[in-house]
């Protein structure tokens, strides 16, 4: 198997397992009702530029440019994560929303936002496919993960503006979706 292909299908892969994180996330909100905070929004946000660098890859072809976007992308959710765990690293503070796995969520997406610029950057060190061109048409594999990724952030968008109903600012600690005059 040539470099291209390696790196086609670990792009897909990488954009497999942000969509997993953040289906997780989907999964903690709804399953146990809670809501995210604006910094756990943001996070996710981070968590879909750092995933964009991939789509590109797919899309327009395997370019340094959009494995540094996914880099951007990542040091701005690790600087939002990691501002949440210093909120939350006092004696005494029981954190926002419960452990999964025994970290909260805004810790774990620290430590997948690092693992993100970890990864980027070997996939910039030892992939030899770069200025590969663009498929001339999407596969199967690579219209399904582009689609289930486009579903994520649609339904992202959707969860948010229920949350926030037609108010601009979103509460420290939520506790009910706002549209559905929460």
Same mark, same amino acid.
């Given at each position: ?39 756990? !929004? ?29 880099? &951007?992308?990542?040091? !701005?959710? %690790?600087?939002?994560? /990691? ?5 939350? !690293?006092? #004696?005494?503070? #029981? ?16 430590? &997948?936002?690092? &693992? ?11 992939? $030899? ?6 498929? $001339? ?19 992202? %968008?959707?969860? &948010? ?19 559905? /005059? /929460?």
């Amino acid at each position: 198997m040539d470099s291209a292909r390696i790196s086609h299908f670990l792009n897909h892969l990488y954009i497999l397992g942000i969509s997993g994180v953040l289906l997780g996330a989907f999964g903690i909100q709804f399953l146990d009702s809670e809501y995210p905070c604006p910094l756990c !929004i943001l996070q996710r946000m981070g968590m879909m530029l750092a995933a964009s660098g991939a789509v590109l890859n797919i899309v327009r072809g395997t370019q340094a440019s959009h494995f540094g976007m996914a880099i &951007v992308g990542a040091l !701005i959710g %690790a600087s939002i994560s /990691g501002r949440q765990v210093l909120l939350h !690293i006092a #004696p005494d503070d #029981p954190g926002y929303g419960n452990p999964a796995f025994g970290m909260h969520l805004y810790t774990w997406a620290f430590v &997948v936002f690092v &693992v993100i610029i970890l990864l980027c950057g070997l996939h910039l060190i030892f992939d $030899k496919s770069f200025g590969s061109e663009a498929p $001339k048409k999407l596969g199967m594999l690579s219209k399904a993960t582009l689609g289930l990724f486009a579903l994520i952030i649609l339904a992202n %968008a959707i969860a &948010v503006f229920c949350e926030a109903g037609f108010h601009w600012v979103l509460p420290d600690n939520p506790d009910s979706y706002r549209l559905f /005059g /929460g």
